[in-house]
């Protein structure tokens, strides 16, 4: 369960630092599988998690780190002695790469998304005191429509972050459907898309004088922070 980004990187930071180990992807068709998976690879230390499987992996682990327990997403597993803990690097990986990017004028935000991703969004807005409204395909009790966003609610949210894989590689002709042109100079649009660089998300705002930013650099903070935390597991 890795993101593509990830063996690559590993790769390089274990050639680095002269470590003998191996970062593989492990794609498999259903969470329950995972079991099976690590009796087949009884060496695995650790594991990184992505889409889809950051909520359902957690009643598959022996503990939860409290931040990740709190949001409710998993993005990193640490095995030691056969006992598998999940955490959650995707906020501090978030975290890190936004609040330099912030200015007062980012007052209220819009999160595209409900997954895991979005969970750890939610969670770090809510603790820099930024409040929030999550849009989805459908209407929920915590969450609008993407048919209900208005000129009012884009213009008066000046952040808003896409945490689905709308616009991902292959797919870079798609975007969050919104009123665009209600994006303005005040904004920040924060894309957790990668590849492409540019996600067509990312090009409208920058159209309309928007700041920009990809998750190219929370992927790489993350991975440091799943880094440490195997590596303190395992000493």
């Known amino acids: 369960m890795s993101h593509s980004f990830s063996p690559a990187y590993f790769k390089k930071k274990f050639a680095a630092l002269h470590i003998d180990a191996l970062y593989e992807s492990f794609p498999i068709a259903d969470i329950n599988d995972l079991p099976a998976l690590l009796d087949t690879h009884p060496d695995i230390e650790g594991l990184s998690v992505t889409i889809p499987y950051k909520e359902t992996v957690i009643p598959l682990l022996d503990a939860v780190d409290d931040t990740a327990a709190q949001v409710g997403a998993v993005n990193c597993i640490s095995i030691k002695n056969g006992r598998k803990k999940g955490y959650n690097t995707d906020i501090i990986g978030f975290e890190q790469s936004l609040v330099p990017l912030l200015t007062p004028r980012h007052t209220h935000a819009l999160i595209m998304g409900t997954g895991g991703a979005s969970a750890a969004v939610a969670y770090v807005l809510a603790q820099l005191g930024i409040p929030f409204q999550k849009v989805s395909r459908t209407e929920k009790s915590d969450c609008i429509a993407y048919g209900q966003l208005t000129a009012d609610i884009v213009s008066s949210h000046r952040l808003i972050i896409n945490t689905t894989p709308v616009g991902m ?19 920040l649009l924060y894309d957790l898309i990668y590849n492409p660089e540019e996600t067509l998300f990312l090009k409208r705002g920058k159209e309309n004088g928007a700041v920009i930013k990809n998750g190219f650099e929370m992927l790489q903070l993350q991975a440091e922070a799943s880094w440490d935390i195997w590596m303190n597991a395992n000493r």
């Open 169 to 187: 590689y292959p797919h870079a002709d798609a975007a969050p459907p919104m009123p665009y042109s209600s994006i303005t100079d005040q904004h």
